[in-house]
């Protein structure tokens, strides 16, 4: 059963930034998340600030410098389904593609993927997690088989998202609107370590909206990627993931930006990895040895071990893939 809420709809950003600021207020979207946290209330919500009258929040465009500026309020499916994402960053459309069931990708929106709330376990269930304001982390002794082996500070949750790590890697910025008006981070800021605020998921102040989502112009010879590995075929979140985009020019990584899914409690850029391959040529000894490099610094839990190996393949096989190709 849901507790009693307020239920606005603003008709501008200006307007729903405001309302934003009131004390457990919350902005629905296309409400896939939301509304399940309200129905099992994991968090106290007194109003809801539906955003659907926000009409400039949605849609997909072209940039004055020839990138793609993507609304917040853009759903995943049109995101999968928009040829100028095919075409200039297909990774995109394949994270998109990823995401949950045909139904949620029509509900689901941009901005809601990027700002849903965790789907740990202990998080979701009837548990005083510390993200609820808990005394510890309830995975770290307890069942632990889908939590991060790398990034865990106080919360071993794992991101949910599988448009955000792949976001990252083509460099996104975030559009930002707030009582204090409108402001543009890199995607990465958008989300808050658990060693820093283990209550937030992201950075965004009392009142703030993610509006837009801005992607630079593609590079001549820029190939985007994003491969997910789930425990079952049909909808599920990512065990592993892997988002890439590389430039390469005869086999050369002249630059490449690796960030992975189902590995921390925020998007995982590895800069280990893109060290090792930076300005090398590519061979499979290379690819393992930037895999090897990834995986530096995790630490399982007790039941998620195999998500080191996991990884390590994922990652060489995807990077073998642009020797192949
Ligand atoms: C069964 C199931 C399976 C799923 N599987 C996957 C999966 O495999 N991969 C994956 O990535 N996701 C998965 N999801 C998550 C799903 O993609 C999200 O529920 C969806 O993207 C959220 O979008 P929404 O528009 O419905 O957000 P809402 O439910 O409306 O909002 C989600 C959260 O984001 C906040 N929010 C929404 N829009 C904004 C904004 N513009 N600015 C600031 N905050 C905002 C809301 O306040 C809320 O806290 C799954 C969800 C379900 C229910």
């Known amino acids: 059963m849901f507790e009693d809420f307020a239920y606005t709809r603003p008709d501008t950003v200006a307007q729903a ?9 919350h902005a629905l979207a296309g409400g896939s998340d939301l509304l399940g946290c309200l129905r099992e209330r994991i968090f106290p919500v007194k109003t809801v600030v539906s955003l659907s009258n926000l009409k400039d929040l949605r849609g997909i465009a072209r940039t004055a410098e ?11 499916a049109e995101v999968v389904e928009s040829t100028e994402v095919q075409t200039l960053y297909p ?22 993927n990027l700002c849903q709330k965790p789907r740990c376990w202990y998080y979701r269930g009837d548990f005083d997690c510390l993200r609820k304001g808990g005394a510890s ?13 790398l990034g865990g500070d106080a919360c071993y949750m794992v991101h949910p998202s599988d448009t955000a790590p792949m976001l990252q890697a083509l460099d996104a910025t975030v559009w930002v609107a707030g009582p204090a008006g409108d402001r543009s ?24 909206l993610v509006t837009h989502i801005h992607l630079p112009p593609p590079e001549p010879g ?34 490449c930006r690796i960030v992975l899914s189902g590995a921390a409690p925020i998007p995982w850029r590895v800069t280990h990895a893109e060290t090792v391959l930076t300005g090398q040529r590519l061979t499979r000894a290379l690819c393992r040895a930037a895999a090897e490099a990834a995986m530096q610094g995790a630490e399982p839990l007790a039941h998620n071990a195999y998500k080191i190996e996991l990884f390590r393949n994922m990652i ?10």
């Open 91 to 112: 990774g995109l459309a394949q994270a998109a593609a990823e995401v949950a069931s045909p139904q949620l990708r029509n509900q689901g929106t941009l901005g809601g």
């Open 66 to 76: 020839g990138g793609l500026a993507l609304g917040a309020r853009t759903t995943i």
């Open 137 to 149: 982390c309830l995975a770290v002794h307890g069942e632990n088989q889908l939590h991060c082996i």
């Open 222 to 255: 820029l190939h985007t990627r994003y491969r997910k590995v789930r425990a079952r075929r049909s909808w599920d979140f990512a065990l592993a993931g892997m988002a890439l985009a590389a430039v390469t020019e005869d086999e050369v990584m002249r630059s």
């Open 185 to 208: 981070l890199p995607l990465e800021q958008l989300f808050m370590p658990p060693g820093q605020d283990p209550t937030r998921e992201t950075t965004l102040q009392p009142g703030e």
């Open 17 to 25: 930034a405001q309302l934003l600021q009131e004390e457990a207020a």
């Open 316 to 325: 060489q096989e995807e990077l073998e893939r642009l020797i192949r190709s």
